[in-house]
């Protein structure tokens, strides 16, 4: 059983246009981060979010933090072939857990 | 380049044996973690070290064992290696605590044979 559900598993769109991934569980989270993992590297940090319906924007990476804190989005807008990676929710109590990920493509 | 290395970069050995993969954290940084990267797991927190000393540890099994040293690189040591050990292996490093931003390494891909 996965602490945290990320959906959808893989996602091929083209070069332009808008797409939501999303994180979710069934446990309350203090905060919650999202990596960007592309191939052969290791994860990189893009955003963490900590308040109940946080909304936070990195370019066109726009991430929300549910009212309830149990879950999480990543919407990204006018997708462009450099946003290709897999995608990875996190959080950490007394360790961390992964998400399952999102894997995505963007077609040019 | 995230300024953690890791080495080997690629590893290949048989069922039995033993593998030590080596860490340094960025400057300054005090915390390394490890991480198991696998197709059916997924991205697995195994252990982290603060300091030299053992602060949080995840899914790690008893075959496996890792220590952090005075100089603050690290050692993850892999034993009586299965066919399901072959995965990425990451090793990250933060300036201090769990609270703090996570720098991971480009992995070592072992792979047991």
């Known amino acids: 059983t996965q602490l945290l559900e990320q959906s959808p598993q893989f996602l091929s769109i083209q070069e332009g246009e808008n797409l939501t991934v999303y994180c979710n569980s069934s446990?309350?989270?203090?905060?919650l981060q999202w990596y960007r993992q592309e191939p052969g590297e290791g994860p990189v940090l893009l955003v963490t979010?900590?308040?109940?319906?946080e909304v936070k924007k990195l370019k066109r990476l726009t991430f929300q933090f549910g009212d309830a804190r149990k879950d999480s989005s990543l919407h990204i807008t006018a997708a462009q072939p450099g946003d290709t990676g897999l995608y990875l929710c996190?959080?950490?109590?007394?360790?961390?857990?992964f998400g399952t990920g999102t894997s995505l493509t963007v077609i040019p | 380049d995230s300024g953690v290395t890791q080495t080997p970069k690629h590893l290949i050995t048989a069922t039995g044996q033993r593998v030590t993969l080596r860490c340094s954290p960025r400057?300054?940084?005090?915390?390394v973690y490890w991480y198991q990267q696998s197709l059916d797991q997924g991205l697995q927190f195994l252990i982290q070290?603060?300091?030299?000393?053992?602060?949080a540890k995840g899914n790690i099994l008893e075959r496996f064992s890792a220590q952090q040293f005075p100089d603050l690189h690290s050692e993850l040591n892999l034993s009586s290696l299965e066919l399901g050990d072959s995965a990425l292996y990451f090793c990250?490093?933060?300036?201090?605590?769990?609270?703090?931003?996570?720098?991971f390494g480009p992995g070592t891909r072992l792979t047991v044979l």
């Open positions: 996190a959080i950490r109590s007394n360790q961390f857990y």
């Open positions: 400057s300054g940084d005090l915390s």
């Open positions: 070290y603060y300091n030299g000393e053992e602060r």
């Open positions: 990250a490093s933060s300036r201090g605590g769990l609270t703090d931003t996570q720098y």
């Open positions: 979010v900590v308040t109940g319906g």
């Open positions: 446990s309350v989270f203090s905060s």
